[in-house]
Each structure stands twice: as C-alpha cells, then as structure tokens.
C-alpha cells in the first residue's frame, strides 16, 4: 500500500462530507459546475494556506461567550494537523456567524408551521419549531452550563480531550445529557454545528470560510473552474490549483 493510501483517515471523512453539505452550498461553491472559462495555471508545490486578515473578524450575532464556543467546537470538529489547517483557520466561525444573519438561520426560506416530526427523512424538510439561530443560542447556553456543572469550566475553557468528550456525548445525546437540554434536544445541536462547520470548511471563501482554499487544496477539489473538458477522459490527477468565484487562486 502507497503512503497516499495510508494519509490520515480526516482526508477521506472530509470527502465523504461534501455528499452530506447542502446542495444550495455545494452549488456556490461550485460543485455544480459553471460556464465561465478559466485560464489553468500549475499548481505550486507549496500548500494553501489561510488567508491573513489584518483585522480579525468581529462576530455580529454571536456575544463574546457564544463566540468563544463556536471557535473552540470547530476546532475539535475538524482539527489543524499534519494535512493542514482545520476549521478554525479556514474560518469557519465566520461562516457560522454571517449564517446567523440570513433567511437560513431565521428559517424565512422554509414551511415553519407543525406538526414537526423529528423522526421524520430528510428530504421532508426541517422538522422543528426552533431554528437555526435559536438552536445555536439555547444549545450553546445548555452546554456550557452543562459544562460549569461538571467543573466549573465552560465549554471552550476545557482541555482538548474534555472537549472531544463532551462533542461525543452530545452526539449520542443520551439522557444524561438531555437532562442539561430541556430547550433544544442536544443531538440535534450538535447535527447543526456538525453540518455548518463542515460547509464552512468547503464552501467558497465568498461565504467566510475555507480561506486560502483550505478545505479545497486538502481534497484535491479544483472550485469554481469551469471548463475541464481536455482533462475528463485522461484518468489523471487534475494538477491545477483551486480557484474560487472571484478568482482568487490557491
């Protein structure tokens, strides 16, 4: 077996993530394909990084408290390592946080009258009263006062190995935990932050995450190029770099 077949099992979790990220995302992103033309360019050998910003970013919805959970979850969600950046350097937060401030979070876009069934399939749309601000505000509450129970700590004030813990057994939102939830069940808490985190890691950086290209450059996934005609049938490597809607290049 090659070493690219033995590379950390977060590159194909990461892949297999793109299947799970709306289609309203992927699309801007441009996995939907587009029909402008792009001059390709060699890639370098050096890896994307994140793009630097000489102010950091101030969050508009989230408060101070709130901000320093988002920051500290996606850091556990999708870790810096050998491979790169995760979804703190990507930007993600930022993704989450401009989120906050559209139709999506306020649930504007969607049919909001009941009955809701959580049991529900997917493709029968959002099944809850709450949305997805509100469930970003209760369940950040619950878990870090779920958190202070346990040691006095919020959630973002734990070690590394606490916080990864504590992220499972919100998962598996067993009654343990659910105890702690009585707003928002905290399973599905934790689906949402799952599911942005990992948009904002792909998405195009128009959106506030995946700066540099991050999320992109790691999986070999070229952005909103649009003509790969003289590459579909060679059953090679594409060797150019991304390149998002506005251009920019990874």
């Not at 289609?23 to 992103?29: F, N, P, W």
């Not at 939102?173 to 905290?186: I, K, R």
């Amino acid at each position: 077996m090659s070493d690219q077949d033995q590379d950390n099992p977060r590159r194909d979790f990461l892949r297999k993530s793109l299947t799970l990220i709306p289609v309203v995302t992927v699309a801007s992103t441009g996995l939907g394909g587009s029909i402008l033309m792009a001059t390709p360019e060699p890639a370098q050998a050096a890896p994307a990084q994140p793009v630097a910003s000489d102010k950091a970013y101030e969050p508009s919805y989230f408060t101070a408290e709130e901000w320093a959970f988002i920051n500290a979850a996606v850091a556990q969600l999708i870790p810096a390592d050998a491979q790169g950046p995760g979804a703190l350097e990507a930007g993600a937060p930022e993704y989450i946080d401009r989120q906050m401030n559209t139709p999506y979070a306020s649930g504007a876009l969607w049919f909001m009258q009941g009955p809701f069934n959580t049991d529900a399939a997917p493709e029968m749309g959002w099944q809850s009263k709450l949305v997805p601000k509100e469930i970003y505000r209760l369940g950040i509450a619950a878990t870090d006062a779920w958190s202070k129970a346990f040691n006095g700590k919020a959630f973002a004030a734990q070690d590394s190995a606490t916080r990864d813990d504590m992220l499972r057994r919100l998962e598996a939102g067993g009654s343990e935990v659910s105890a702690h939830f009585t707003s928002v069940p905290p399973k599905m808490f934790f689906n949402l932050l799952l599911q942005n985190t990992k948009e904002g890691f792909f998405c195009d950086p128009i959106h506030g995450g995946n700066k540099g290209m991050v999320g992109w450059t790691m999986i070999g996934f070229p952005g909103a190029r649009a003509d790969f005609m003289d590459w579909v049938e060679r059953n090679e490597q594409y060797p150019f770099p991304a390149v998002s809607i506005r251009g920019e290049r990874a």
